[in-house]
C-alpha cells in the first residue's frame, strides 16, 4: 500500500504533517480523527454534521463535490471559498502535498 503525505492545521493552531496509506475505503475524516485533529466526524461520515469541516490551502481534491456535501457546507456559518467536508474525501495518492487546516461547524 503506498504512503503519501499532507500537512494539517488544527483548530488550535498547531501544524503537522502525517504519512498517509493510500485506502480509496477510508476517508480523511477518518485519518484526521485517528491522528488526533479536532474532527470528531459526530455523524460517521454521511454529511451532515460538519464536525469534519477542512479548508484547502494549498493542492487539489480531485473528487467533486457532492450536492449533498455542498448543502451541508452552505448550512455551516463559517464557510470558506475552499471549504470542504473531509468525510467526502478518499484517502487516494493524488492527495499528496495537501495543505489543509480543520475548521469544524
Ligand atoms: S463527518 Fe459529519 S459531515 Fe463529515
Same mark, same amino acid.
Request: net charge negative; with cysteine; proline share 4%.
Given at each position: 500500500?503506498s ?15 502525517i ?15 485517528k ?12 454529511? *451532515? %454534521?460538519?464536525?469534519?469541516?477542512? $479548508?484547502? #490551502?494549498? +493542492? ?6 457532492? =450536492? ?13 471559498e475552499?471549504?470542504?467536508? *473531509? %468525510?467526502?474525501?478518499?484517502?487516494? $495518492?493524488? #492527495?499528496? +502535498? ?6 469544524? =461547524?
Open positions: 500500500m504512503q503519501f503525505s499532507i500537512t494539517v492545521t488544527d483548530t488550535d493552531g498547531s501544524t503537522r504533517t504519512s498517509i496509506p493510500s485506502n480509496p475505503k477510508e476517508s480523511l475524516m477518518q485519518v484526521l480523527n491522528q488526533s485533529f479536532d474532527v470528531p466526524g459526530s455523524c460517521g461520515g454521511i454529511a *451532515s %454534521c460538519g464536525t469534519c469541516h477542512i $479548508a484547502i #490551502l494549498e +493542492g487539489k481534491v480531485s473528487t467533486e463535490m457532492s =450536492e449533498d456535501e455542498d448543502w451541508m457546507l452552505d448550512d455551516l456559518d463559517n464557510r470558506e475552499n471549504s470542504r467536508l *473531509s %468525510c467526502q474525501i478518499p484517502t487516494v $495518492a493524488d #492527495l499528496d +502535498g495537501l495543505k489543509i487546516k480543520v475548521i469544524g =461547524e
